[in-house]
């Protein structure tokens, strides 16, 4: 392996499986809380995705909370949407990204406009990921979309995101191949909960090099479920995962408790996992124990 | 077509504020189509500001507001009536509420909301099909414009919310991008989706839009 970007990069590079986890940054610039749930994960994991206006639900700036994350010593992937940047915006903040020392980027087209807090906002998509992942590797390749030369190129290890369980799949299959094409290293995926789905998603994309994280998400209630399944898009929680945290006497361990099912099924098809807690972040040790 | 949808009577009353006397003008293609600003809704108008103790000067229903000499004209027309009233209302769109402006240096009002370019699938339903954007790819997208069809305008396929080809954004629509890669499966050109697509060349859509065709 050439000079490893990250420590995410290294690890994948050599298959060592590796667990990330999701921590969304304040709405507001305290970022207390943020730094002290980052830094409780930072032991057990080896990247932490800062989430980029999740949902078109307006918070404090990605970029901005992972340099935070990065003087602390915890390792950030940075969330980078579409939706509210134009081309110019992009680079501009990607370089800015770059000169601050982030090396993680996931490239992202963005949830719309309508599901989050800023509804009546103009959404932007001027690039879509596959344009974004492109532009990126121009900007690594030391030039802009616009062919101007850069001083001093970026270097990124570049991710995309992954619905392996959305159909059919051979629609997402095309854009995931232009992905790849466009220099996404690895996938971050939307939360498993059909292993074969899972397999059948690695086995045609293992080919191409490209690595799996798979995402785990936590449930704490059979409500949550459902409001997720209503209100978030990309998200889909089967009935009979909802069900069973129905009839738990004690959903939030059920919910622990499929999550670790799920993670030790999607281990066998992925080279990592990616945990979403939906804000309980301290839990995540007990899943990754549960799997490891 | 050009898609208009009326403003609520509140609203225009407010914009028409201490305007007593109001001359009416109508259009007679797009805004006759969708209900919003042909004779039957220049009537309806002339009613409601009637009621709302407004004096109508008069009205014309023009061939097409969009035309600037045409709408020069007709106005001219109707020089008395214009210039007995304190603002000119206009049930066009917004190229038909300019095209009265321009003409009559006198308070213009909007009385329509303009809100896209339209196909009629039925007697008053109506579908954007068209944004406009200055570079037509529907040649490599089956026919099916995924600037348009896609809310969020994707070039390259669907986005993750996609499940089921149904959209994110609405569980009832198809995904623009599930309509074409069936359209594009069907007429046996898979190698149009393996082409990856540049982005889009804004500089095709300057504002404001000119064109002059050559002599």
């Known amino acids: 392996m050439n000079n490893p970007l990250s420590n995410l990069h290294r690890k994948l590079a050599v298959s060592e499986f590796v667990f990330t986890a999701e921590v969304c940054p304040p709405k507001g610039c305290d970022t207390s809380l943020f730094i002290q749930q980052s830094k409780a994960l930072a032991g057990v994991v080896d990247a932490i995705n800062v989430t980029d206006n999740q949902g078109a639900n307006m918070r404090i700036s990605p970029l901005a ?4 994350l990065l003087r602390e010593g915890i390792e950030p992937i940075l969330q980078f949407t579409c939706r509210d940047r134009n081309r110019l915006a992009l680079q501009s903040d990607l370089l800015g990204a770059a000169a601050m020392g982030i090396t993680n980027v996931l490239a992202l087209t963005g949830d719309h406009i309508s599901f989050g807090d800023h509804k009546t906002a103009k959404a932007v998509f001027d690039l879509d990921s596959v344009q974004l992942l492109e532009g990126i590797r121009m900007l690594q390749g ?3 979309l616009s062919g101007k030369k850069l001083e001093g190129a970026p270097s990124f290890f570049t991710g995309a995101a992954a619905a392996p369980e959305a159909e059919p799949f ?8 232009k992905k790849i094409a466009a220099g996404a290293g690895f996938f971050q995926t939307q939360a498993i909960f059909n292993t074969v789905k899972l397999e059948r998603f690695s086995s045609r994309l293992n080919p191409s090099g490209v690595k799996i994280i798979a995402g785990i998400l936590l449930l704490k209630s ?7 399944n209503k209100n978030i898009p990309g998200l889909r929680i089967p009935d009979e995962i909802i069900c069973e945290l129905e009839s738990s006497t004690n959903p939030t361990q059920t919910g622990i408790d499929i999550a670790i099912r799920l993670a030790r099924a999607a281990k066998a098809h992925s080279h990592g996992l990616h945990i979403m807690a939906m804000g309980r972040e301290e839990v995540i040790p007990e899943i990754i124990k549960g799997v490891i | 077509m050009i898609i208009s949808q009326k403003k609520p009577l509140e609203t225009i009353l407010e914009s028409l504020g201490e305007s007593r006397s109001v001359f009416l003008i109508g259009c007679a293609k797009c805004a006759t189509v969708c209900k919003s600003g042909g004779e039957e809704e220049v009537w309806q108008m002339q009613e409601a500001l009637h009621s709302a103790g407004r004096e109508v000067t008069g009205s014309i229903i023009i061939d097409e507001a969009c035309h600037m000499l045409r709408v020069g004209r007709d106005l001219r027309g109707k020089q008395q009536m214009v210039d007995d009233a304190d603002a000119l209302l206009v049930m066009a769109c ?3 509420i300019q095209s009265v402006s321009a003409a009559v240096p006198k308070r213009t009002v909007a009385a329509l909301d303009s809100m896209f370019l339209g196909n009629i699938r039925r007697f008053g339903q109506f579908e954007q099909k068209c944004s406009l954007c200055g570079e037509c790819i529907l040649s490599e997208t089956a026919g099916i414009c995924p600037v348009t069809a896609c809310p969020k305008g994707l070039l390259n396929g669907p986005c993750g919310g996609m499940d089921n080809g149904r959209c994110e954004t609405d569980p009832e629509a198809e995904c623009a991008w599930a309509q074409i890669f069936s359209r594009i499966t069907n007429d046996g050109r898979e190698m149009d989706l393996d082409r990856s697509v540049p982005p889009k060349n804004y500089a095709k859509i300057p504002k404001p839009g000119k064109l002059t065709l050559p002599k």
């Open chain 1, 222 to 228: 059979a409500p949550m479920a459902r409001f997720i």
């Open chain 1, 65 to 68: 909370a992972s340099a935070l």
């Open chain 1, 142 to 144: 030391g030039t802009d």
């Open chain 2, 94 to 96: 917004g190229a038909g």
């Open chain 1, 170 to 177: 051979e629609l997402t299959l095309f854009k995931l191949n």
